[in-house]
T-cell receptor
Framework: AQSVTQLGSHVSVSEGALVLLRCNYSSSVPPYLFWYVQYPNQGLQLLLK??????LVKGINGFEAEFKKSETSFHLTKPSAHMSDAAEYFCAVSLRSGGYQKVTFGTGTKLQVIP | DAGVIQSPRHEVTEMGQEVTLRCKPI?????LFWYRQTMMRGLELLIYFNNNVPIDDSGMPEDRFSAKMPNASFSTLKIQPSEPRDSAVYFC???????????????FGPGTRLTVL
């Protein structure tokens, strides 16, 4: 079985501070991992994905994530938070099941940016 | 491309009524997903189509829910009869890769906010 666990349903940071959103995965095979962002009243959109190439993955809007197999983690970071980063962030793991892609999403972390 | 299109964006109905949600995936995409999002249960996959064929409907809550994909450019999710506990945001998403590709990104529509009174 595959799953992702996002630690902290709500995270608050000050504008300009480091953003760290945590995601741990469980997978019986080498995982493909994703981070999606959901802005208010919108659908999810892809921030970045890990597909077993480089362990440090850079995404849009200055976000990046590092795959650490020893820690089964894929935490999302951004050096300096902007007000526009306020959104909900979802970690997801992708597995091949029955010949098709099966994606399991985490429960999400809401990021609040304080001016 | 206009992205994934969903209609209506908002639906308010009374308990017992039939509700039909509509989705137009991105042209050329061969996989389509219906999700439901609530505060209590988060994001749940309801059903997954590949090349218009339902592949995994294990997430459909009960027989009141049904989904169809009559062609590559249109899908519906129907609830009949609707109940207050069906109130949620329903998302449609599509992806373009081969069915077996684990690296495929899903493109989400803006969602339909359903309220059942």
């Amino acid at each position: 079985a595959q799953s992702v666990t996002q630690l902290g349903s709500h995270v608050s940071v000050s504008e300009g501070a480091l953003v760290l959103l945590r995601c741990n995965y469980s997978s019986s095979v080498p995982p493909y991992l994703f981070w999606y962002v959901q802005y208010p009243n919108q659908g999810l959109q892809l921030l970045l994905k890990y597909t077993s190439a480089a362990t440090l993955v850079k995404g849009i809007n200055g976000f990046e994530a590092e795959f650490k197999k020893s820690e089964t983690s894929f935490h999302l970071t951004k050096p300096s938070a902007h007000m526009s980063d306020a959104a909900e962030y979802f970690c997801a793991v992708s597995l091949r099941s029955g010949g098709y892609q099966k994606v399991t999403f985490g429960t999400g972390t809401k990021l609040q940016v304080i001016p | 491309d206009a992205g994934v299109i969903q209609s209506p964006r908002h639906e308010v109905t009374e308990m017992g009524q039939e509700v039909t949600l509509r989705c137009k995936p991105i042209s050329g995409h061969n996989s389509l997903f219906w999700y439901r999002q609530t505060m209590m249960r988060g994001l749940e996959l309801l059903i997954y189509f590949n090349n218009n064929v339902p592949i995994d409907d294990s997430g459909m809550p009960e027989d009141r829910f049904s989904a169809k994909m009559p062609n590559a450019s249109f899908s519906t999710l129907k609830i009949q009869p609707s109940e207050p506990r069906d109130s949620a945001v329903y998302f449609c998403a599509s992806s373009s890769g081969l069915a077996a590709q684990r690296s495929d990104e899903q493109f989400f529509g803006p969602g339909t906010r359903l309220t059942v009174l």
